[in-house]
């Protein structure tokens, strides 16, 4: 079972930068995917960012270029910088990994993102 410690959130200005960060702990093997979502009020739960084993990233449009994933395998942990960050970015914001073995993913507690214009 992996267990989510997620930290960083908080209210930042418009233009203004965040770093989230989520690590792992608990029984498994090794992790494949590292991800975080968002979900905004009254909206789904949307992918922000996700990095396989390998180091490869994917991001949608909407965070493309404002919005960087990194993994470090050693500490079991994954981040997320964000910048130039909008109040469109308001949102809670999730840490998802999946590893080895598991048939499901697991999923932090979230941690609030709030950007005012």
């Known amino acids: 079972q992996v267990q989510l410690v997620e930290s960083g959130g908080g209210l930042v200005q418009a233009g203004g930068a965040l770093r989230l960060s989520c690590v792992a702990s608990g029984r498994f093997s090794s992790i494949i995917n590292m991800g975080w979502y968002r979900q905004a009020p009254g909206k789904q739960r949307e992918l922000v960012a996700i990095?396989?084993?390998?180091?490869?990233?994917n991001y949608p449009d909407s965070v493309k270029g404002r919005f960087t994933i990194s993994r470090d395998n050693a500490r079991n942990t994954v981040y997320l910088q964000m910048n130039r960050l909008k109040p469109e970015d308001t949102a809670v914001y999730y840490c998802?990994?999946?590893?080895?073995?598991?048939?499901?993913?697991?999923w932090g507690q979230g941690t609030q993102v709030t950007v005012s214009s």
């Open positions: 998802n990994v999946k590893t080895v073995g598991s048939p499901f993913s697991s």
């Open positions: 990095i396989s084993s390998s180091g490869t990233t």
